[in-house]
């Protein structure tokens, strides 16, 4: 089946085609194409399919070393993952590493293999983690040294799910899941070092308040629903400068992710740093310092 | 993104009609989208909405919460009719009240786009003579209900009578599974869990009613929506599929299935708008491949199947 075949024409409907969506230079910080399924590689290159349909320029891979339920295990794939990195490098796919907080030293020792000695580019908390530590525990201090010294990009999942007795935003979180008020307080103590607020907090609303006053703090929206308006409210009071773009897929649609930055009334070369530019920016170094070929 | 302008209009209004006349109907080759679709595509097909809603959300100021915004919005990407409820429906007592401002905007300001339907709440009392304020007052061809916001499940004792005499009275009946994400409800609010096993028996019942179900994802392994494909008629919109090409793997049309979890002709265009974007639901026809036939169906013709154009 053709990926770049299609019977309905995008611009008759006030949407982008593909070959302008190519344009755009979308880089989906945020692809979990090797998640949670007893095939990750096959799942890998079906999800491939929807990438190159929607005209996706790059995408960072989560699900590295590792998975984010077990960050610090390898699964049966790894190798093959590796390999994937390196031989499509130049295909448009990344990757970056969960780590396990609970584990510093051994957090260490995988970002040595895999991003100083190996095809990676980057860190993720992910949403939750044996000891119940967030991200701004001082277990993280190590990891986020070394990853400055790698420049490695800092990707931290946040959520500020409902929970609790009584009720409140943030109460459901599982042990270790980090807020985006945890990234603001981590975002203080390392006010040079840029991090991504992943998911926007899930709540959005409340996500952009937390990290607002934290300049090295870039906000990511994948991974919830499409709320219209949720982007011009983000730009409104962080800047466009300060948001990057992720699929989520394939979990998520590639229609929902985009569909809220085209539902935003921005300029095009705002739209084009939210889409990719921004986490260009991000990644420059340690693509630079890779010898990885990066246009900004 | 885009408007379209008047020299576009005109060429795709060209183009539907070329279509029309072409023997075999919609049927034809793909064409990149880099380039204009070709003649007898379902390019210029228009969309329906079926799922809208007019006035305020109750937790936050929407984008295009404003009557004529949305109804602009809407008519921007070629959706050339929507049916619209009301967020006032989810918390209000006097349901009269919201029904009849629903159908004054809809006349009002919906630019003769908007199709209003109304709203029953099980819990509250004498909810019948709201069904026939509905039709017979409001002149709507719906009706639209909103469990877990409206206190009650859809095991409430009423449930079957009303799926019977929506029924009778020719109504279609609208069932909203979901409006927001559990995990982001404002912290004050308990929006109960909506299952769909008490309606399946109701419809079992009544064969003859038209149920869509609205923002509805089914169970993780999809059994109630297996049930409610094999032993109902309802149908469903889109807004709620998610993943990857998500309208494809419904309807069996992605690359590598051999068979879908829902027939074509069941699925519905519906945005939930203008809670999501607009564009989201307009992607999703874009990121499944869905040939000529299939669109044609989800924008448009399955909705005309259950309600006629007027």
């Not at chain 1, 945020?30 to 998640?35: D, K, L, M």
């Not at chain 2, 204009?36 to 295009?64: E, H």
Request: glycine share 10%.
């Amino acid at each position: 089946m053709d990926a770049r075949k299609f019977y309905l024409n995008p611009s008759a409907y006030g949407m982008p085609t593909r070959d302008e969506l190519v344009a755009m230079r979308i880089w989906d910080s945020h692809y979990h194409g090797f998640q949670s399924s007893p095939q990750p590689i096959k799942q890998h290159q079906e999800t491939m399919y929807y990438v190159e349909r929607m005209g996706i320029e790059r995408v960072i891979a989560f699900d590295v070393g590792g998975t984010w339920q077990r960050p610090l295990v390898d699964t049966d794939f790894e190798t093959q993952k590796w390999e994937i990195l390196v031989k499509d490098q130049d295909r448009g796919v990344s990757g970056i590493i969960p780590i396990e907080p609970s584990y510093p030293e051994k957090s260490l020792a995988k970002m040595e293999k895999w991003i100083r000695h190996g095809p990676c580019i980057g860190i993720k908390y992910s949403g939750g983690n044996e000891a119940g530590v967030s991200c701004n525990h001082p277990n993280n201090d190590p990891i986020i040294k070394l990853a400055v010294e790698l420049n490695a990009v800092i990707y931290i999942h946040t959520w500020l799910k409902v929970g609790g007795t009584p009720p409140r935003s943030g109460g459901g979180n599982s042990p270790g899941e980090s807020s985006p008020m945890d990234v603001a307080r981590l975002a203080q103590r390392y006010p040079g070092v840029s991090l991504i607020c992943g998911h926007s907090g899930g709540d959005w609303e409340l996500g952009v308040r937390a990290i607002r006053p934290f300049k090295n703090v870039v906000l990511e929206f994948a991974g919830s629903d499409p709320h219209s308006g949720a982007v011009d409210h983000a730009v409104r009071e962080l800047g466009a400068d300060r948001i990057v773009w992720g699929g989520h897929g394939p979990s998520r649609s590639f229609a929902t992710e985009l569909g809220k930055v085209l539902d935003a009334d921005l300029t095009n070369a705002d739209r084009m740093k939210i889409f990719g530019g921004n986490y260009r920016r991000l990644a420059a170094p340690i693509f630079r310092k890779k010898g990885l070929k990066i246009v900004l | 993104m885009k408007h379209i302008d008047r020299r576009s209009f005109l060429k795709n209004s060209l183009l539907t009609t070329a279509a029309l006349s072409l023997p075999g109907g919609l049927a034809v080759t793909p064409a990149a989208a880099a380039s204009a679709a070709p003649a007898g595509s379902a390019q210029a097909t228009g969309l329906v909405d079926t799922n809208v809603n007019l006035f305020s959300w109750p937790f936050r100021k929407l984008k295009y919460s404003d009557t004529k915004s949305l109804v602009a919005k809407l008519k921007k990407h070629r959706v050339v009719e929507a049916w619209a409820g009301s967020f006032e429906a989810l918390l209000h007592k006097d349901m009269d009240g919201v029904n009849a401002r629903l159908a004054a905007e809809c006349r009002t300001n919906g630019g003769g786009l908007l199709i209003p339907f109304g709203s029953v709440n099980l819990a509250w009392p004498d909810w019948e003579e709201d069904v026939r304020r509905c039709q017979e007052v409001h002149k709507m061809p719906g009706i639209r209900i909103y469990p877990g916001y409206q206190p009650f499940d859809l095991d409430h004792p009423d449930m079957e009578r009303l799926v019977r005499m929506t029924a009778e009275r020719g109504l279609i009946l609208q069932v909203v599974f979901g409006m927001e994400d559990p995990r982001v409800h404002h912290p004050q609010i308990t929006v109960g869990r909506v299952s769909s096993a008490p309606l399946i028996a109701a419809l079992k019942n009544t064969p003859n009613a038209r149920v869509q179900l609205l923002h509805f994802s089914g169970s993780v392994r999809g059994e109630d929506l297996n049930q409610l494909m094999k032993e109902t008629s309802a149908v469903m919109d889109i807004s709620r599929l998610e993943g990857n090409g998500a309208v494809g793997r419904m309807i069996g049309s992605a690359p590598g299935m051999t068979a879908g979890r829902a027939p074509v002709e069941r699925v519905l265009f519906g945005s939930h708008a203008p809670y999501f974007p607009l564009e989201t639901a307009i992607l999703k026809l874009i990121e499944s491949p869905l040939d000529a036939k299939q669109l044609q169906a989800i924008m448009q013709g399955n909705a005309r199947r259950l309600l006629p154009r007027a």
